[in-house]
């Protein structure tokens, strides 16, 4: 521990409450929206946030990295910081609730243990054999002949990951011999992926529609949060190659109040419980991304956070109070909690930087944020920075435009029309963000 780092004695009354984002995208763009909004709360402090959270109301910037732990536990400290809410998976894997719990300070998420689930597959998956979880067949490989050797065995098309933290992207679905050995010595050779893709998980290609199911976890128990479906691919009718994600929306019809208690039973309950009994007791947002396959439910991946860009959806839908709801559960009352959420569906499209996911230019001026949006519309910032007076762009998933709607289809017709007001060079998006929802609500 930095022996630099100094404790203040005094905190401030909790209905004046200070808190912390850590992160600089959309998620916490719209977890600062949703903490300013807490009738507990005077102040927002988001480290290194974004242009967004550098003008929402309440909320400010701190230039602070996500990786600078030290420097985000003295900020903790300095300004009084009540409660501390991580966004982003690479400080969670680099233990800065740990750190802040050493210093008695309220910090939302799991610690480095049992952030594991998400910065190496191959722990996730070998966790998920021992307990039982259901998820695709699988093998763990560090060299080109080994993945050749188990990529013929498990049968093509399959699924390359990274083993390592790739901010969403260290996935690859190979259709045949030839894209696997490509892909494999991209992966392992460093060229790809860094040091995420060292090892490298072979993975069957699962049949089926695909959602998010995030829960508020404290040790074995769980509060649910609404369902959402995320848009991997970037381009139209999930085409083109993974990306962090082009939009998403919620609630996702695909899972029903069956499915919903499927997936509580035969994942996250004895994922927790699996996590408790391995000594790594979870507290913090839990994210199973899912396969709604012939045969069940099946675990595509675990993130131990947030999901981006499922955050906006579900936060807009949200009607509790974030701030309180998250207090309860770190004073270990998560029984206590009942969330309320607006009927209405939310749906987000992401604005994204041409070139993206691979190469992008930086720095193009982003015009159409000045018009005041209506109640069911909200912009997410993401890669967003301020140059002076005017906005930037500073990533790859640059916006998250997102709208309430009665319907699947009218929450996509607003996105549409706002995201169409917003423009910078080389700005695309998505037109068919919630389709599958859309075609269900047709067939019905």
Same mark, same amino acid.
């Given at each position: 521990?930095?022996?630099?780092?100094?404790?203040?004695?005094?905190?401030?009354?909790?209905?004046?409450?200070?808190?912390?984002?850590?992160?600089?995208?959309?998620?916490?763009?719209?977890?600062?929206?949703?903490?300013?909004?807490?009738?507990?709360?005077?102040?927002?402090?988001?480290?290194?946030?974004?242009? @967004?959270?550098?003008?929402?109301?309440?909320?400010?910037?701190?230039?602070?990295?996500?990786?600078?732990?030290?420097?985000?536990?003295?900020?903790?400290?300095?300004?009084?910081? $009540?409660?501390?809410?991580?966004?982003?998976?690479? =400080?969670?894997?680099?233990?800065?609730?740990?750190?802040?719990?050493?210093?008695?300070?309220?910090?939302?998420?799991?610690?480095?243990?049992?952030?594991?689930?998400?910065?190496?597959?191959?722990?996730?998956?070998?966790?998920?054999?021992?307990?039982?979880?259901?998820?695709?067949?699988?093998?763990? !490989?560090?060299? +080109?002949?080994?993945?050749?050797?188990?990529?013929?065995?498990?049968?093509?098309?399959? +699924?390359?990951?990274?083993?390592?933290?790739?901010?969403?992207?260290?996935?690859?679905? !190979?259709?045949?011999?030839?894209?696997?050995?490509?892909?494999? $010595?991209?992966?392992?050779?460093?060229?790809?992926?860094?040091?995420?893709?060292?090892?490298?998980? /072979?993975?069957?290609?699962? /049949?089926?529609?695909?959602?998010?199911?995030?829960?508020?976890?404290?040790?074995?128990?769980?509060?649910?949060?609404?369902?959402?479906?995320?848009?991997?691919?970037? #381009?139209? @009718?999930?085409?083109?190659?993974?990306?962090?994600?082009?939009?998403?929306?919620?609630?996702? =019809?695909?899972?029903?109040?069956?499915?919903?208690?499927?997936?509580?039973?035969?994942?996250? $309950?004895?994922?927790?419980?699996?996590?408790? &009994?391995?000594?790594?007791?979870?507290?913090?947002?839990?994210?199973?991304?899912?396969?709604?396959?012939?045969?069940?439910?099946?675990?595509?991946?675990?993130?131990?956070?947030? @999901?981006? =860009?499922?955050?906006? =959806?579900?936060?807009?839908?949200?009607?509790? #109070?974030?701030?309180?709801?998250?207090?309860?559960?770190?004073?270990?009352?998560?029984?206590?909690?009942?969330?309320?959420?607006?009927?209405?569906?939310?749906?987000?499209?992401?604005?994204? &930087?041409? @070139?993206?996911?691979?190469?992008?230019?930086?720095?193009?001026?982003?015009?159409?944020?000045?018009?005041?949006?209506?109640?069911?519309?909200?912009?997410?910032?993401?890669?967003?920075?301020?140059?002076?007076?005017?906005? +930037?762009?500073?990533?790859?998933?640059?916006?998250?435009?997102?709208?309430?709607?009665?319907?699947?289809?009218?929450? $996509?017709?607003?996105?549409?029309?706002?995201?169409?007001?917003?423009?910078?060079?080389?700005?695309?998006?998505?037109?068919?963000?919630?389709?599958?929802?859309?075609?269900?609500?047709?067939?019905?």
């Amino acid at each position: 521990m930095n022996s630099d780092i100094e404790t203040s004695a005094s905190f401030p009354n909790m209905s004046s409450m200070k808190v912390l984002i850590i992160g600089s995208g959309g998620r916490e763009h719209a977890l600062a929206w949703k903490a300013a909004q807490s009738s507990l709360v005077d102040d927002v402090l988001v480290a290194p946030g974004n242009a @967004g959270t550098a003008l929402e109301p309440g909320v400010r910037n701190v230039a602070i990295a996500v990786e600078d732990i030290d420097g985000l536990l003295q900020l903790a400290i300095d300004e009084n910081i $009540q409660l501390t809410i991580v966004g982003p998976e690479v =400080p969670l894997a680099a233990g800065v609730v740990d750190r802040f719990n050493e210093r008695d300070l309220r910090c939302f998420g799991p610690n480095a243990g049992a952030a594991q689930l998400e910065s190496s597959k191959a722990f996730a998956k070998a966790f998920m054999a021992r307990h039982a979880i259901p998820t695709a067949a699988y093998a763990v !490989v560090d060299t +080109v002949a080994d993945g050749m050797d188990k990529a013929k065995a498990i049968g093509f098309p399959l +699924v390359l990951k990274a083993d390592g933290l790739a901010a969403g992207k260290g996935v690859v679905i !190979v259709e045949d011999e030839q894209q696997a050995e490509t892909t494999l $010595q991209d992966m392992l050779s460093g060229n790809a992926f860094g040091a995420a893709g060292h090892r490298v998980v /072979v993975e069957e290609f699962l /049949v089926g529609e695909e959602a998010s199911f995030i829960v508020i976890a404290e040790g074995e128990r769980a509060v649910p949060l609404a369902s959402s479906q995320d848009h991997k691919r970037r #381009d139209d @009718g999930d085409l083109g190659p993974n990306t962090g994600g082009m939009g998403a929306y919620s609630p996702a =019809p695909a899972v029903d109040q069956a499915m919903h208690e499927r997936i509580m039973a035969e994942v996250i $309950q004895p994922t927790l419980q699996g996590m408790a &009994a391995d000594g790594h007791r979870f507290t913090g947002f839990l994210y199973a991304g899912v396969m709604l396959t012939d045969a069940g439910p099946k675990v595509l991946e675990f993130n131990v956070r947030f @999901g981006d =860009p499922e955050t906006q =959806p579900i936060l807009m839908r949200l009607q509790s #109070d974030l701030v309180q709801t998250l207090l309860t559960v770190l004073d270990g009352r998560i029984d206590e909690v009942e969330l309320e959420w607006d009927p209405r569906t939310a749906l987000g499209i992401v604005v994204a &930087a041409g @070139g993206y996911p691979d190469a992008y230019a930086k720095g193009k001026v982003i015009s159409g944020l000045d018009a005041v949006p209506t109640a069911e519309i909200k912009v997410f910032h993401a890669g967003t920075r301020m140059d002076g007076d005017q906005v +930037v762009t500073s990533g790859g998933r640059v916006l998250c435009v997102t709208a309430l709607g009665d319907s699947v289809a009218e929450a $996509q017709a607003r996105a549409l029309d706002w995201a169409g007001r917003i423009g910078f060079d080389g700005a695309f998006y998505r037109r068919d963000i919630g389709h599958r929802a859309i075609a269900r609500a047709s067939n019905d």
